[in-house]
């Protein structure tokens, strides 16, 4: 990543708009007794620090176990719900399937005065099986959370299940164009995804053409090489727009692929790298177990942590 050269002006004016009153006091005092070249040095070296931070827009929160880390994510949708119910009157949020279903089903109806009755709940993806079979994520949900929640029947948009999987895309692409009017590519207010052992993410699996998808928002998959084969999925360019996206990911077996996926490693990023939101926030909440084999700075708040 290059950084700028400073001249004396542009110092004082990056000093004086980016960094603590505290350090321009001191860069101030340090200008009065030491070489002007050395201030610069450190101003240039400050500068691609706070652009490198602001560039990676990323936390990584560890709890201790699976146990701590739901409540923090419940009260975590919480907040970004109340956020966007006063922003503008609807929270959208988008779920995913695997342990995410018993944590929310568990985490979010113990929340105390829990108003779902503005929200718009879609999918990140889902397996193209009748809403009764074990393998449907919507039959998940409505089993075990949309019946202890007040969120009305037409606030789920759910894919339908009886049409080819080319159909099906198309159609779900159509109603999530229909619930998001004014936008060209909808805007989710929340996305809650998990990664697999591979690195993939909603049905975007690593080395797949899907990848490489910039046109469609939903697209078809008939190959997925997870059981079951055919599936929809969210691409990149609508995952990239949510205004805030959330990882959980818990267990040993992922502390690999979540080292790969967070610090980087040999060959094409992992599809879970990929998600970068352009203007919106990325939270990975992992546990101990998952989190074994990083070096990166995590933050360890706690099981009581609002984030």
């Not at 070296?45 to 880390?69: I, N, W």
């Not at 609807?90 to 342990?99: E, I, M, P, Q, V």
């Not at 727009?241 to 094409?268: D, H, I, Y």
């Amino acid at each position: 990543m290059s950084c700028p050269n400073f001249n004396d002006h542009d110092t004082h004016t990056f000093s004086v708009a980016c960094m603590s009153p505290l350090l321009v006091h001191w860069l101030i005092l340090k200008q009065l007794f030491f070489d002007k070249h050395q201030v610069r040095l450190i101003v240039h070296q400050v500068y691609c620090l706070h652009k490198t931070v602001r560039m990676s827009g990323r936390r990584v929160v560890v709890f201790p176990s699976a146990a701590e880390l739901g409540p923090a994510l419940a009260h975590l949708v919480a907040s970004r719900a109340d956020k966007a119910l006063l922003d503008h009157g609807r929270f959208s949020l988008g779920l995913s399937g695997g342990s995410l279903v018993s944590m929310l089903s568990k985490e979010l109806p113990a929340l105390p005065d829990l108003d779902c009755s503005h929200w718009l709940a879609g999918f990140c993806d889902e397996r193209l099986v009748p809403f009764d079979d074990g393998e449907s994520t919507y039959g998940l949900y409505k089993n075990q959370l949309f019946s202890k929640i007040n969120i009305p029947d037409s606030g789920v948009l759910a894919i339908d299940p009886s049409l080819s999987v080319q159909e099906c895309a198309e159609d779900y692409a159509r109603k999530l164009k229909e619930a998001f009017p004014k936008e060209d590519i909808p805007v989710f207010d929340l996305l809650l995804l998990g990664m697999g052992p591979d690195g993939h993410t909603c049905s975007l699996f690593p080395d797949h053409p899907l990848l490489e998808e910039t046109q469609k928002i939903v697209a078809p998959i008939s190959d997925s090489p997870k059981p079951p084969p055919q599936r929809v999925t969210m691409t990149f360019p609508m995952v990239n727009l949510a205004r805030c996206v959330v990882f959980v990911s818990t267990g040993g077996s992922k502390a690999p692929v979540l080292k790969q996926v967070l610090e980087g490693g040999e060959g094409p990023a992992l599809p879970a790298a990929r998600v970068v939101p352009s203007h919106g926030e990325l939270f990975w909440l992992i546990d101990e177990p998952a989190a074994a084999s990083l070096t990166l700075q995590v933050e360890r708040p706690g099981s009581a942590a609002k984030l």
